[in-house]
C-alpha cells in the first residue's frame, strides 16, 4: 500500500508561480513511476508531466517549458514546479504512482490561476 498527500495548491495571478510537492509513504520502495494529472470542470483528467525511478522525465505540449517535475527518492516526494501560470492551468491537480501491482492516487489539490 502506498499513500500520497499533495500541498502547495492556491490562487495565483497569470504569470505566476507555484510548487507543488506529493509526499509518498508506505510501501515506496515499490514505486517506479510516478505522474502528476490535473482535471478541470468539465473536463477529462489529463496527465501534466511524469518522471521514473530513474529520472526520465515527460511532460503534455501544454505544460512544456513551463513546469518542472523533480523528484527526491530518498524522501519519497515528487515535485511539480509550475511557472507562468495561465488561467488554462486552472485545475485540481492529483499525484499518481505506479507500483508493478496497482496505481495510488493522492486526494487532489487545488490550483486556480486569476487575475
Known amino acids: 500500500q502506498v499513500q500520497l498527500v499533495e500541498s502547495g495548491g492556491g490562487s495565483v495571478q497569470p504569470g505566476g508561480s507555484l510548487r507543488l510537492s506529493c509526499a509518498a509513504t508506505?510501501?515506496?520502495?515499490?514505486?517506479?513511476?510516478m505522474r502528476w494529472y490535473r482535471q478541470a470542470p468539465g473536463k477529462q483528467r489529463e496527465l501534466v508531466a511524469a518522471?521514473?525511478?530513474?529520472?526520465?522525465?515527460n511532460y503534455a505540449d501544454s505544460v512544456k517549458g513551463r513546469f518542472t517535475i523533480s523528484r527526491d527518492n530518498a524522501k519519497s516526494t515528487v515535485n511539480l514546479q509550475m511557472n507562468s501560470l495561465k488561467p488554462e492551468d486552472t485545475a485540481v491537480y492529483y499525484c499518481?504512482?505506479?507500483?508493478?501491482?496497482?496505481?495510488?492516487w493522492g486526494q487532489g489539490t487545488q490550483v486556480t490561476v486569476s487575475s
Open positions: 518522471i521514473t525511478s530513474g529520472g526520465s522525465t
Open positions: 508506505g510501501s515506496t520502495f515499490s514505486i517506479y513511476a
Open positions: 499518481n504512482a505506479d507500483t508493478p501491482l496497482e496505481g495510488y
